[in-house]
């Protein structure tokens, strides 16, 4: 069975290049446009990993982590930002809220599913 | 609140205008991501269907095709050269017909001293008065059996004037056979190598085609791989596009509210209208720079991108030409139908030859059955001459004890014995010269036999190769067409998609505007050029917490550098983490 990655962003054409490099390496993927909406989905449907940017509206990243393992079925999910945030900052805010990467954007096609492969096993 | 009404006024204006430009983009990249994707999966279905066209071409299926046509090849040829040796099987024939005339003619000629004798022998008969000796049976059996031995004579002339026909007719079709089909035959070898040949050099050619396939797929992938990486410019622009909108909020909101104790500006609190407008206008310049560098970036991925796919299209052409390179013939048909019509021919031309070596048969049959009835005419000439020399015996006792009565007579029965030592040499004759024949005709129809058991088994092996054939080039046509089909058509879409990315045109005009205005701010309260110097460290304060991405830090860290410390920065891409500043 394929693994499934929760994709989360409010910009459509962001969710449309992680969705197109990730369906290329066989992953199945639910998008979400908020971390609201991510929220919701993270409780209807099983996930192997989140995929989610930082600056979102009705929910951001930082918030979304937080709700997240909360959940028993998410808890231990990998939780990889995919933001054009640096600053270290936000960084240690996310480390502590339990994110498991950071990956800066423009990303590379490369990189994105090198950091998947090793998350998800 | 700061004496600077137009500017403000202007200010939210081209907040508004900024902030459109970054949601008027998105749907243009969305379409190019709907592109890029559709194009990823189906140039690797076409690079799949390719490798799978190339592979039916190192089939097992074709290898038995090319078995086939070379043994096709090389029977045909052995075959070719025999015809050349076998208007001599007709020579023995030829010579036997030449031949029996004359011993025939001597029978003849024997024919009618026996009818003279058989006269003179009753005329010499009556002349006989002997008491009790009667000849009569004599003469009238000699007359009878004369009689008999010209008939057969004459039946065994005209036995070998058929015969004569018949061998001129078989050495017409031996010339003509001859003549046709060893040139065909030869044809027929010289089509099937040229099928040997079209199907090496397309086989050739498909491996070396799979091989530029091989190198193009890495190529396609880094292209593809480029293309996302640039489609994310998109949503770095409207970031960006919207931190400047935020800035110029922020700061109309400063300069209508004013710096308060209590407020986010309290460090502004004691700035007067000449220090909160070099602000502003610092902070306009600042966002001009931003503006500048976002727009240069944009403008720069979009042009990648636009390489890209029209590298990518170009990919495509290339995989539509290297398919009729390896899979169609010189006027753009399909390779195999070359070859099924050689095959085809070749059928054809073996189909033809086994019915002429079957009607030379059949001739050959003919003389064969023409040899046999001058043979059985001669048995019959054997076996009166045989009767007719008893009674010459007979005679010639009978003659002897009549004495002097009887010699005349007896003269008579020894030319009669004489006539028939001699018809026994002339048939023995005719038998020696028409011996030959039958074994000759029968070497000739067993080689005919099995050079047409040849013939037939090359027919069916080519029918079968043929019929493998005309399967493998309907397959290998669907195929071909379809896949030239899906790369028109993935050419043509990301050909549109290229001609229809006019971001750059829509957003030249869009960008300029935006940049000469925010130039263009007037300021009511004049401003001193020593207080923008010191205004930098406001300024810092002001956006400290505003921007997100390292490039707008940059921008903002070069902005506040001397102008002679100021360096080009690239509008690149962000440099690829290690997995050590990915990973927590």
């Avoid at chain 2, 390896?326 to 050689?342: A, L, M, P």
Wanted: aromatic share 4%; charged share 25%; with cysteine.
């Amino acid at each position: 069975m394929g693994k499934t990655i929760l994709s989360i962003d409010d910009s459509a054409s962001m969710r449309q290049m992680v969705r197109f490099t990730l369906n290329s390496a066989g992953y199945d993927v639910i998008e979400a446009i908020d971390g609201l909406d991510g929220l919701a989905k993270a409780r209807s449907s099983p996930i192997n990993v989140v995929l989610t940017d930082l600056n979102m509206p009705r929910m951001d990243g930082i918030t979304l982590i937080r709700e997240l393992r909360e959940l028993p079925e998410v808890k231990w999910v990998p939780i990889i930002f995919l933001t054009t945030e640096s600053s270290n900052d936000r960084k240690a805010e996310a480390k502590a809220a339990g994110a498991t990467a950071w990956i800066v954007k423009p990303f590379q096609q490369e990189q994105l599913l090198t950091v998947v492969k090793r998350v998800i096993g | 609140m700061l004496d600077s009404g137009i500017a403000i006024s202007t200010i939210r204006t081209l907040i508004d205008d900024v902030r459109q430009l970054g949601l008027s983009i998105e749907p243009i990249f969305i379409k190019i991501g709907e592109t890029l994707a559709e194009s990823a999966a189906d140039l690797s279905g076409l690079q799949q269907e390719f490798a799978a066209l190339s592979a039916s071409l190192e089939s097992d299926d074709m290898e038995r095709i090319g078995l086939v046509l070379g043994e096709a090849a090389q029977k045909s040829m052995v075959l070719s050269l025999a015809i050349e040796g076998e208007g001599d099987l007709l020579a023995p024939v030829t010579r036997a017909v030449q031949e029996v005339g004359k011993p025939l003619n001597s029978l003849k000629q024997i024919g009618s001293e026996v009818g003279a004798l058989s006269v003179n022998a009753k005329v010499l008969a009556a002349q006989v008065h002997v008491a009790g000796i009667d000849f009569s049976v004599f003469t009238q059996e000699i007359g009878r059996l004369g009689a008999l031995g010209s008939d057969a004579v004459q039946k065994t002339e005209a036995s070998l004037e058929i015969v004569k026909v018949m061998v001129n007719r078989a050495q017409d079709a031996f010339s003509a056979f001859g003549k046709d089909n060893a040139a065909e035959l030869t044809q027929v070898a010289q089509r099937m190598d040229i099928c040997l040949s079209f199907l090496a050099r397309r086989q050739d050619a498909s491996r070396n085609a799979i091989n530029r396939m091989s190198a193009m797929t890495k190529d396609i992938e880094e292209k593809i791989s480029q293309c996302v990486a640039s489609l994310q410019i998109n949503d770095l622009t409207s970031q960006r596009i919207d931190h400047i909108a935020v800035a110029l909020d922020k700061l109309c909101h400063l300069l209508e509210e004013g710096p308060t104790k209590e407020g986010e500006y309290a460090w502004a609190v004691d700035f007067d209208s000449a220090h909160l407008a070099a602000l502003a206008l610092t902070v306009c310049t600042l966002q001009k720079s931003q503006f500048l560098y976002a727009s240069e970036a944009f403008s720069k991925e979009v042009d990648k991108i636009i390489s890209s796919l029209t590298g990518l299209s170009s990919d495509v052409w290339d995989i539509h030409s290297i398919t009729k390179d390896v899979f169609q013939g010189d006027k753009g048909e399909n390779f195999i139908r070359d070859v099924q019509t050689h095959a085809e021919t070749s059928a054809r031309l073996l189909d033809m030859y086994v019915s002429a070596k079957q009607q030379i048969c059949t001739i050959m049959g003919d003389v064969s059955e023409g040899f046999k009835a001058m043979s059985q005419d001669v048995s019959a000439i054997n076996s009166i001459d045989a009767d007719i020399r008893v009674m010459g015996l007979n005679a010639t006792f009978k003659c002897g004890r009549l004495g002097d009565s009887g010699r005349a007579l007896g003269v008579v029965a020894q030319e009669l014995r004489s006539c028939s030592r001699r018809t026994e040499e002339s048939s023995a004759a005719v038998v020696t010269t028409i011996a030959p024949v039958a074994q000759a005709i029968t070497d000739l129809v067993d080689r005919t036999n099995t050079e047409n058991s040849q013939a037939e088994s090359l027919t069916t092996q080519t029918e079968t190769a043929l019929a493998e054939l005309t399967n493998l080039v309907q397959t290998l046509e669907t195929s071909v067409l379809g896949l030239q089909g899906r790369c028109n058509r993935l050419a043509v879409l990301m050909e549109k998609t290229v001609s229809s990315i006019d971001v750059n045109k829509i957003m030249a005009p869009k960008i300029s505007s935006v940049l000469d205005r925010l130039s263009q701010i007037n300021w009511a309260t004049p401003i001193d050029d020593q207080m923008l110097e010191t205004v930098q460290d406001d300024v810092r304060k002001f956006l400290a917490s505003h921007y997100t991405m390292e490039g707008e830090r940059t921008i903002h860290a070069l902005f506040d550098a001397l102008p002679a410390e100021r360096t080009e920065i690239s509008a690149t891409s962000a440099e690829t983490q290690s997995m050590d500043d990915i990973f927590f």
